[in-house]
């Protein structure tokens, strides 16, 4: 254990650059927004200081309404598309004027990120002066999301990019992509130059990802527009899931500070209309499962993936419930053959092992699931889930992500050396 403890920290380092980490080498070259989460977790472990530094630096790169992107480009490099010359930022008039950033954001995880890294902290009062100095701008995140991407005002956000996800290439987005009449672009990708192709999207999916960006661009990243015309709009259960989470967190944090009267009861009032409302709206009786909506279309998703467990993180189930969860998760991902958690339903036809997010499993939704079943007591399983993520990454190294079938002897794929499966295994290691 203390070999793979130590294999970790090296991988953080390594990816450290200066103020914030990136992914991996070569693959994704900047500071992604909901990697930094994960990865400030691992490093609370053994380098406070580069953990809180990690936040500040994403934190420094948030538009003046409250939106934070999902990279920030730091550094100037041409090895990573779509880059900062594609993306504009500039388009928006309050985009960060400091950093060139994207203009699509990713599951808001920094308000339990601070609640984790408090946890770990062994110098609590430090670590809440630290979150007492950055703490109003998560919340101004949240203001954000519930101000500007809850039409309906359900206590549901949408995503309008399935980069926004961070699942990016899930089958969830099929029948939503595929319906759109993109044009076929010219660009250069260059992801496919560092790892097989194979496993990545394809050009065609490619297309899509960057029709949907060209709308967005053309009304210049205005929510109000991107409402009204984006072909996606869709409430997804992670990231409704994890702003719920951060909600919880905050409201934790800021009672432990102490006078925030107003913004306690204003997060009280979005949590408990999205609790609702996940219920009553997410779950879907027949699948056992909490699902997407296509929020444009009007229509629920009818597949499961590990996205749908991810309620349990954030308290949303009740007990009941969460056992009808629970069994549908063992029934359809626990076979003895396969490995928790594969990031698409095993046993549809859509599965596909080595493809990205179509079927291997990851590290972060491992974490989230683990979590989510310690929380609700669930011991075996939650057990199961930090054991199978163990092994995958002492028998492969530290992958992007892996295949979920026990029979493959190597099963490692995407970019190595990966920074959130590292900083994330490190803290399940340290858990008891
Ligand atoms: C992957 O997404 C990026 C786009 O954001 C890509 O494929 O180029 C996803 O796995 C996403 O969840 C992750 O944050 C990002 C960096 O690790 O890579």
């Known amino acids: 254990m203390n070999e793979l403890k130590n294999k970790a920290i090296e991988i953080l ?3 450290w650059r200066d103020g914030f980490s990136i992914p991996c080498e070569k693959l994704y070259p900047f500071q992604w927004n909901w990697d930094s989460g994960f990865i400030a977790i691992g490093f609370a472990h053994f380098d406070m200081p580069k953990a809180e530094e990690e936040i500040s630096t994403l934190l420094d790169a948030q538009w003046g309404n409250g939106f934070i992107p999902h990279i920030v480009f730091h550094t100037e490099t041409d090895t990573y598309f779509p880059g900062p010359d594609y993306f504009c930022s500039e388009l928006h008039t309050d985009a960060s004027k400091k950093y060139k950033t994207s203009g699509i954001t990713q599951p808001p995880v920094l308000g339990f990120v601070l609640a984790e890294i408090l946890r770990i902290s062994t110098d609590k009062k430090a670590t809440l002066k630290f979150i007492e100095g950055v703490i ?3 919340y101004d995140n949240h203001n954000y999301f519930y101000t500007k991407r809850d039409p309906q005002n359900e206590g549901l956000v ?3 990019h399935n980069w926004e996800s961070g699942t990016d290439n899930s089958p969830m987005w099929d029948d939503i992509i595929h319906n759109m009449d993109s044009p076929d672009y010219e660009f250069e990708r260059r992801d496919t130059t560092h790892v097989d192709a194979s496993q990545r999207p394809s050009k065609r999916e490619y297309d899509h990802y960057l029709h949907i960006l060209e709308i967005a661009k053309e009304h210049n990243y205005s929510d109000e527009k991107i409402a009204e015309l984006s072909p996606f709009l869709v409430q997804d259960p992670l990231f409704n899931s ?4 951060s909600n919880e967190s905050l409201i934790e944090l800021y009672t432990l500070i102490g006078g925030n009267a107003n913004k306690i009861k204003q997060l009280e009032t979005w949590q408990e209309k999205a609790i609702k409302s996940f219920n009553n709206k ?6 056992g499962a909490y699902i997407h909506y296509d929020l444009r279309n009007e229509r629920k998703i009818k597949h499961i993936s590990s996205s749908s467990f991810t309620p349990l993180f954030a308290n949303i189930p009740s007990k009941e419930r969460a056992e009808k969860l629970v ?3 063992m029934s ?3 076979n003895e053959n396969q490995y928790l958690c594969a990031s698409f339903d095993p046993e549809s036809e859509l599965y596909k092992p080595k493809k990205y997010w179509r079927g291997p499993v990851w590290i972060n939704l491992n974490w ?3 979590n989510g079943l310690v929380q609700y007591g669930f011991k075996d399983i939650s057990k199961r889930v930090k054991d199978d993520t163990v092994e995958l990454i002492a028998k492969n190294g530290f992958y992007e992500y892996f295949d979920a079938r026990k029979e493959v002897s190597k099963g490692g794929y995407g970019g190595i050396n990966f920074s959130w499966t590292a900083s994330l295994l490190l803290d399940l290691l340290n858990k008891k």
């Open 13 to 15: 380092n390594a990816n």
């Open 136 to 138: 109003d701008k998560v």
């Open 158 to 160: 949408y995503i309008y």
């Open 242 to 245: 994890m702003l719920t989470k």
């Open 282 to 287: 997410l779950f879907d009786e027949e699948l």
């Open 327 to 329: 069994q549908t998760l």
């Open 332 to 334: 359809r991902f626990g």
């Open 368 to 370: 989230i699931l683990y």
